[in-house]
């Protein structure tokens, strides 16, 4: 399902239209990213949990010459299923 799929199927559900469905989810969404982004977990009971999380530094090897290189320490969102799902 793609985000288009989903405004579809939100809006056949709410019995809503198209675009309050799309203003919705996109409302969602950017509720969603900028909590994970201030380091907040976001926790919806029934579907599961989105955090901020760490990837450390680390050294990888490039895939054309072989040689050893540095990848540096990165942010990442972690998604924790809830039981129901």
Known sequence: MN???LIDAVAAG???SKSEASKTVQA???AITEAV????AVQL???GAFTRGRRAARTGRSPTTGEEI???A???VKFAAGKAF
Do not use: H, N, Y
Not at 37 to 40: F, I
């Open 37 to 40: 982004s201030r380091g907040e």
């Open 14 to 16: 709410a019995g809503v």
């Open 70 to 72: 540095a990848i540096a």
């Open 45 to 47: 009971v029934g579907f």
């Open 28 to 30: 969602l969404l950017v």
């Open 74 to 76: 990165a942010d990442t």
């Open 3 to 5: 985000k288009q799929e």
